[in-house]
């Protein structure tokens, strides 16, 4: 076997080599232009249909304060009301007089951000009462965090959720032993295709009345994940968030999760995350 020989045989490798990636090369080529030929960006949809947006335990303006200046400077959404209500549960309403602005938001506030779940529930009742008799508002989106995700949850199992289009919750704490206050310690359940292995009381007030849950509704279930530690925000575990799954799934219309990781995970800084941003956005006002 002569040199001339081995080095004829490693250029026909060589150009074997070369040949097979210039072809995949053009394989990826020509599917990257078949489908951008055909890929569309989904449009945005402008409606006058409002989307309310409820605080958690001890939430103030600021919970959703920033969230919504951004959907607003980036021309998705308008910041359109804000509605307080006090502690002898009387709204106070601020903002847009005819309520038409295109994706119109609204910010609501309690006065006592410590209330018991279901004083919250016959609080957003009747706001939402307030807006279809005031301003003719027949549909809402519903976006809760923590507690103010549970206050969502129990509204729609009351006779009223017929006005309800798209739900988002973070970090609800579905199956945790509080739903205000943080415990000493992150509650924490294995979840299996029936539900959780540990079942909480809040859990259970849900369980039991699932079938009432409205089947028209559209959900996006999101949950944050610090890095480095058991599958929790620092407030409410991952499992907790999606044991929502083993009682909506299946039932309504659409249900989906998301799961953001990271320090943008965090409990308190999901509606400071521009990825929950982007998602609202997608959920609520995409074709």
Known sequence: MTMWYIIDQILIAV??????LVLLAGLDFYKLIRVSAHWRPRARLYTKQPTLFIHGYRGNRYSFGYLLERLQKAEIAKKSMVIWVGRNGRLHVDGDAALQANNPTIQVLFANNRADVQDQVRWLAAIIEHLKEAYGVTQVNLVGHSMGAITVLRYLLTSDHAVVDKVILLAAPVNDPSIGPDTPLVFWSELTSRGPVKRTRNYNYLAVRAKYF???ISVLNIAGELLGTN???GSVAVDSSFALRSLLKGH???YQEMLVRGPGGAHSMLHENRLVDQAIDDFLWRD
């Open 252 to 254: 309504v219309r659409h």
């Open 15 to 20: 150009g074997l080599v070369v040949f097979l």
């Open 231 to 233: 599958r929790h925000d």
């Open 214 to 216: 409205p089947t028209t």
